[in-house]
T-cell receptor
Framework: TQLLEQSPQFLSIQEGENLTVYCNSSSVFSSLQWYRQEPGEGPVLLVTVVTGGEVKKLKRLTFQFGDARKDSSLHITAAQPGDTGLYLCARPEGWGGGNKLTFGTGTQLKVEL | GAVVSQHPSWVICKSGTSVKIECRSLDFQATTMFWYRQFPKQSLMLMATSNEGSKATYEQGVEKDKFLINHASLTLSTLTVTSAHPEDSSFYIC??????????????FGPGTRLTVT
């Protein structure tokens, strides 16, 4: 199984600050997904990126897929306490929405007032 | 949309006993079920994959005789932790995959089950 490294592992910031989370691998992705998970709950899909260089926006969240499809980033603008949670990148094996999913190491974000 | 539920959401058991966790899909035929384990402050680790009516395929390092998976129907899969020990305490999450009404494969995560072994 190819390892998906996320950085940073932990991040504690003040409300209103910006932040970027990175997901890196030595192998090429066919696609990549980002999830957010809150304590005691299952992960929730935020976005799927497929094309190298692709940029997707979800309100204050901006997702970018690297040109070589080996890395991705998640940028949050003006973070809010509601953004607190565990952010996970994940690589689906194959195409479609239901294949084996390998998760990254995770980034624990805490946004304080 | 489809909903995947897990039962129980939280369970405490004594060391040496067995615990069964259910994962049910509502309005969705889960042809494939994935079971994950998550330790505190860590990511999700895939334990096994099961297709309805077939034996589960376990990831390397996961004991198939300890973590029994049954996927006898398209709406129910169970994970039984046999002879549980404190190191089995974790958050267990199922992920259901199958054909949706759109004709494409869809996936839904369960809300997870917190297991504490004393």
């Amino acid at each position: 199984t190819q390892l998906l490294e996320q950085s940073p592992q932990f991040l504690s910031i003040q409300e209103g600050e910006n932040l970027t989370v990175y997901c890196n691998s030595s192998s090429v992705f066919s696609s990549l997904q980002w999830y957010r998970q809150e304590p005691g709950e299952g992960p929730v899909l935020l976005v799927t990126v497929v094309t190298g260089g692709e940029v997707k926006k979800l309100k204050r969240l901006t997702f970018q897929f690297g040109d070589a499809r080996k890395d991705s980033s998640l940028h949050i603008t003006a973070a809010q306490p509601g953004d607190t949670g565990l952010y996970l990148c994940a690589r689906p094996e194959g195409w479609g929405g239901g294949n084996k999913l390998t998760f990254g190491t995770g980034t624990q974000l805490k946004v304080e007032l | 949309g489809a909903v995947v539920s897990q039962h129980p959401s939280w369970v405490i058991c004594k060391s040496g006993t067995s615990v069964k966790i259910e994962c049910r899909s509502l309005d969705f035929q889960a042809t494939t079920m994935f079971w994950y384990r998550q330790f505190p402050k860590q990511s999700l680790m895939l334990m096994a994959t099961s297709n309805e009516g077939s034996k589960a395929t376990y990831e390397q390092g996961v004991e198939k005789d300890k973590f029994l998976i049954n996927h006898a129907s398209l709406t129910l899969s169970t994970l039984t932790v046999t002879s549980a020990h404190p190191e089995d305490s974790s958050f267990y999450i199922c992920r259901a995959s199958g054909g949706g009404t759109s004709g494409r494969r869809e996936q839904y995560f369960g809300p997870g089950t917190r297991l504490t072994v004393t």
